[in-house]
């Protein structure tokens, strides 16, 4: 059965950093794209980061460039983000997500067929 799940949340103060893991399990990992999204209090599912499954094809959100960084590791089939210069606005649930591989902008959340449970990031001023 495939699964992600995502693990690394948690509290710190802004300016802090993190780094989320997502490991996946039942998909053949190094043949699919992968995501992060985030969803705040009272708003919609945002797109973070996505990144190829060949690894080295990126895309960032323009609230996180710059600060957070994608990357994956597809013999311990888990994927990252490194989350530094943490703001309050940067607070939400984050979820991993992964699709098949193709081109084109990685952003739309419709494109992604697997989706983990999210784990939670606080970040206090």
């Known amino acids: 059965q495939a699964q992600l799940v995502e693990s690394g949340g948690g509290l710190v103060q802004t300016g802090g950093s993190l780094r989320l893991s997502c490991a996946a399990s039942?998909?053949?990992?190094?043949?699919?794209?992968v995501a992060w999204f985030r969803q705040a209090p009272g708003k919609a599912r945002e797109f973070v980061a996505g990144m190829a499954w060949i690894g080295g094809i990126t895309q960032y959100a323009d609230s996180v460039k710059g600060r957070f960084t994608i990357s994956r590791d597809n013999t311990k089939k888990t994927l990252y983000l490194q989350m530094n210069n943490l703001k309050a606005e940067d607070t939400g649930v984050y979820y991993c997500?992964?699709?098949?591989?193709?081109?084109?902008?990685?952003?739309?959340?419709?494109?992604?067929?697997?989706w983990g449970p999210g784990t939670q990031v606080t970040v206090s001023s």
């Open positions: 997500a992964a699709r098949p591989r193709s081109v084109g902008d990685r952003s739309p959340q419709n494109t992604y067929t697997r």
């Open positions: 039942g998909l053949q990992f190094s043949s699919i794209d």
